[in-house]
């Protein structure tokens, strides 16, 4: 399985883009990169997911490095529902989440 | 439609003592799995099944056994309650999606063993 990085922890304004950067670089080729948060104690929610080209949905824009080793997720206009960990997973059948980004956003 | 459901929601046990998690879905979606989250830390793969019948270990399947009789149930079973099974349960279901997977996730079940 892919190693990841991401930071501990980031702060962001609401109404503000938040810009959430993953770092995957032993990824492989057939491996997708997905996305998935956490807001207090339930259960993660899918956001996202792309293999190497850029993705966007309602919730959050992917945006994959072209040699695949690094991530960034764009949330456009964070509001403070967003307040969450954020899950960065390369993986494909079986996923594993490691420790993620504590996402604050403030008023 | 419900999406994955679980029960209880919260259970206590003691030491020794068996029990079983309960899980459905209602999505028709063959893959489904178990992940246990310790305080602090991400969620750990127990047990996946790719479908009705089938069953396969993940990270950390000691002390738990699981079967897969219908696509909508998947059950955890702990067999001797241990304190190290102190955790948050969920249970999770997938299905394709633009080449990959979305994961659905239930709300959880709050184990206590003492």
């Known amino acids: 399985d892919a190693k990841t990085t991401q930071p501990t922890s980031m702060d962001c304004a609401e109404g503000r883009a938040a810009n959430l950067p993953c770092n995957h670089s032993?990824?492989?080729?057939?491996?997708?990169v997905y996305w998935y948060r956490q807001i207090h104690s339930q259960g993660p929610q899918y956001i996202i997911h792309g293999l190497k080209n850029n993705e966007t949905n309602e919730m959050a824009s992917l945006i994959i490095t072209e040699d695949r080793k690094s991530s960034t997720l764009i949330l456009p206009h964070a509001t403070l529902r967003d307040t969450a960990v954020y899950y960065c997973i390369p993986g494909d059948y079986k996923l594993s989440f490691g420790a993620g980004t504590t996402v604050t956003v403030r008023a | 439609n419900a999406g994955v459901t679980q029960t209880p929601k919260f259970q206590v046990l003691k030491t020794g003592q068996s029990m079983t998690l309960q899980c459905a879905q209602d999505?028709?979606?063959?893959?489904m799995s178990w992940y246990r989250q310790d305080p602090g830390m991400g969620l750990r793969l127990i047990h996946y099944?790719?479908?009705?019948?089938?069953?396969d270990q993940g990270e950390v399947p000691n002390g738990y056994n699981v079967s897969r009789s219908t696509t909508e149930d998947f059950p955890l079973r702990l067999l001797s309650a241990a304190p190290s099974q102190t955790s948050v349960y969920f249970c999770?279901?997938?299905?394709?999606?633009?080449?990959?997977?979305?994961?659905?996730f239930g709300p959880g079940t709050r184990l206590t063993v003492t």
């Open positions: 032993t990824i492989s080729g057939n491996e997708y």
């Open positions: 999770a279901s997938k299905t394709k999606a633009g080449g990959g997977y979305e994961q659905y």
């Open positions: 099944s790719v479908g009705a019948g089938i069953t």
């Open positions: 999505m028709n979606h063959e893959y």
